[in-house]
């Protein structure tokens, strides 16, 4: 089993930057996919970036590179997302989750994954 819990969600205004933490507990493998995923009202649950924490190989959405930077702080067991140039469009509930994987090419879809924290809001106003 792993605990994931979230946090560093905020208001901020558009252009601002933001570092959510997710820290996580009882780790059984090193071999595992860790993303972040946010919820907006109204739409699905989209996967923003993941990381395979073996390799450090990482993927980003289409929609979030070059703004979003992943990353992980093995010594802390904690699981890093850098949001810069934040958008209205960002706000949302971000999530993070994990699922141990063989492979080193994670997943950015929802069902892919079965550990998730309760999440941390992050509110972009313009």
């Known amino acids: 089993q792993v605990q994931l819990v979230e946090s560093g969600g905020d208001s901020v205004q558009a252009g601002g930057s933001l570092r959510l933490s997710c820290a996580a507990s009882?780790?059984?493998?090193?071999?595992?996919?860790m993303g972040w995923f946010r919820q907006a009202p109204g739409k699905s649950r989209e996967g923003v970036a993941a990381?395979?924490?073996?390799?450090?190989?990482?993927r980003y959405a289409d929609s979030v590179k070059g703004r979003f930077g992943i990353s992980q702080d093995n010594a802390k067991n904690t699981l890093l997302l850098e949001i810069n140039s934040l958008k209205p469009e960002d706000t949302a509930m971000y999530y993070c989750?994990?699922?141990?994987?063989?492979?080193?090419?994670?997943?950015?879809?929802?069902?892919?994954?079965?550990?998730w924290g309760q999440g941390t809001q992050v509110t972009v106003s313009s």
């Open positions: 989750a994990a699922v141990r994987s063989e492979s080193d090419y994670c997943l950015l879809s929802d069902w892919a994954y079965n550990y």
């Open positions: 990381i395979y924490t073996a390799t450090g190989r990482t």
């Open positions: 009882r780790y059984s493998s090193s071999r595992m996919c």
